[in-house]
């Protein structure tokens, strides 16, 4: 009724109110902190890497409705994808969401994280999307710091 | 006469939309908005009067000074200043905060010295202080708060021993609202001879200000909370101490006398005002200070606790299941600023939310991180009120906060 559905589409919802890969797994091989000291969102990631696949993926922590359900959706996404695959990813899911009115983007590639695209229309929320693949990045690289989107 | 329906008509930006809606500004803590008499003395100067002040002989030049000078004594008659020497103008609170961790702080904080604050400090009364302690080798020490988001008075006479040297102390905290006792600090301060900064960013533009009755040796400020423009804060300081502080920033306007190998510096205030000052946001001020000397502060400051009592029994009528409130229950010791969080929303959520209807609220950290940490939180929504606030307001921020959570539990529509 607010015209909020580009921003909190029933998808979204459902993965705010019930995160897939929520949780820690047993065996990590790659995991990282992200924090977003605007609005205090906190993640961990953690992955197991195998053979240059993605074998599984979790996350856990506290964050707004669109931090969680985008890490949510992407950790569905990224499961038994080649590390070359996941950065292509991100280097897609990361020019949906900055770009401007009537820029282009890879749908193909995206697929379902395509939901996500009417977050570029509100800057203040962008942090928000992107800090669970900040993080994923952090994590394959093995920065071994805390990722913070300032 | 407080008329709010006639205030609101001095807003010219109360009448705009947002998202079809009518703005409801909510987000006072963070600045103010101005009112027509504001906006216009800026551009009264800017088109009748611009010149730069204190060294031109030519009549825009003695206008612009004089209309200057008559700013700050407006401001220091605003706090009860002994004398308008003892205001200085600065960029803002933190400015003024900076200004005396340097002035003041170099010469008289020293390797072991205390140095109290609260810990509902905004950061600007909070990093000054732990950069000098870093430098001096000083200890900071911090007032314990109690559950109700109040200080625990009765452990402060431990808390200052003869190693004290400065008691800093937000009189309105704009994370929770909580007006402290600042009066009270101050007395246990002098009594182990130490001083008391008052940080006044938050309770100038709410409530009466009286800088002789509080007996303080530091009040700061900032000019666009309480109506003014940006870019310009004020700084009050007791002369004995001021008389002993050396300038913070160096330069033209600061002088007396200049050689090429050395300077003397200008008397009380302009010691302390390096550069051309904000002349035409200093005007602006004054005029703020106009305006609410006609409504009277002490007419605001019950307008704003009816505002937040109304606010509170409001959500108590409601019966929100998982919402959190945060701040003093008694309206005599809080401001108008209202704090929550629930269970189910973030407020980065609720803020988004409620922006869609109109309704500007502040949600994060409100620059105060160790404060909103303590509360076992990463986050809170904050509404703040104003003179140009109504109950209807209210109502309508009540309304939006059922239907977030409506929003956010059960799905969309």
Partial sequence: MYDLEDLYQEIVMDHNRRPRNFGEIKNPTNSADGFNPLCGDQIKLQLHLKDGLVADVAFSGVGCAISKSSASMMTEELKGKTLDHVENLFGAFRKMITRKPGDSYDADLLGDLEILQGISRYPARIKCATLAWHTLHSAIHDENEVVSTK | ?413
């Avoid at chain 2, 007419?299 to 919402?323: C, P, T, W």
């Avoid at chain 2, 939180?377 to 509404?383: G, I, S």
Wanted: hydrophobic share 40%; proline share 4%; net charge negative.
């Fill in chain 2, 1 to 413: 006469m407080f008329d709010v329906e006639k205030i609101r008509g001095d807003f010219p930006i109360l009448s705009k939309k947002v998202y079809g809606n009518p703005l409801v500004y909510l987000d006072n803590a963070a600045t103010s908005q101005k009112p027509r008499q504001v906006i216009d003395s800026l551009v009264d100067y800017y088109e009748n009067y611009n010149a730069n002040v204190h060294r031109g002989v030519h009549t825009l030049s003695m206008e612009a000074t004089d209309r200057f000078e008559e700013a700050r004594e407006k401001v220091a008659r605003f706090i009860n200043a002994e004398s308008s020497d003892l205001v200085m103008w600065t960029r803002n609170a933190s400015e003024s905060l900076n200004l005396i961790a340097y002035s003041w702080g170099e010469d008289n904080v020293h390797e072991g010295d205390e140095i109290l604050l609260t810990p509902m400090e905004h950061h600007s009364n909070l990093v000054p202080w732990q950069e000098l302690a870093r430098r001096k080798n000083a200890v900071i020490k911090f007032i314990p708060m109690l559950e109700n988001g109040t200080l625990n008075m009765g452990e402060v006479d431990d808390l200052i021993t003869e190693r004290t040297v400065l008691v800093s102390a937000v009189h309105m905290s704009n994370a929770l609202g909580t007006i402290n006792p600042v009066r009270e600090l101050g007395e246990k301060a002098h009594r182990q001879g130490a001083k008391i900064l008052v940080d006044g960013a938050q309770s100038v533009p709410h409530m009466p200000t009286n800088v002789q009755e509080l007996d303080c040796d530091f009040l700061v400020f900032s000019g666009h909370k309480m109506l003014g423009p940006t870019g310009i804060g004020a700084l009050y300081v007791k002369q004995d101490i001021l008389n002993t502080m050396e300038p913070f920033l160096t330069g033209g306007e600061m002088v007396l006398e200049v050689s090429y190998q050395e300077a003397s510096w200008a008397d009380l205030p302009m010691r302390f005002e390096a550069g051309t000052p904000n002349i035409a946001d200093s005007i602006g001020l004054g005029s703020a200070v106009d305006y609410l000397n006609n409504l009277g502060m002490e007419n605001v400051r019950k307008h704003e606790k009816d505002l937040i009592s109304y606010a509170l029994n409001r959500f108590q009528e409601a019966g929100l299941e998982g919402m959190d409130l945060f701040g003093p229950d008694d309206p005599e010791i809080r401001g108008g600023v209202f704090s929550f969080n629930t269970v189910d929303v973030h407020p980065h959520d609720m803020g988004t939310f409620l922006d869609r209807m109109g309704i500007a609220v502040r949600t994060g950290h409100h620059c105060a991180m160790p404060l909103i940490r303590s509360l076992g939180v990463a986050a809170t929504v904050r509404a703040s009120f104003y003179l140009y606030n109504t109950e209807r307001e209210v109502d309508i921020l009540v309304d939006g906060v059922t239907e977030a959570l409506r929003y956010f539990r059960d799905g969309s529509e």
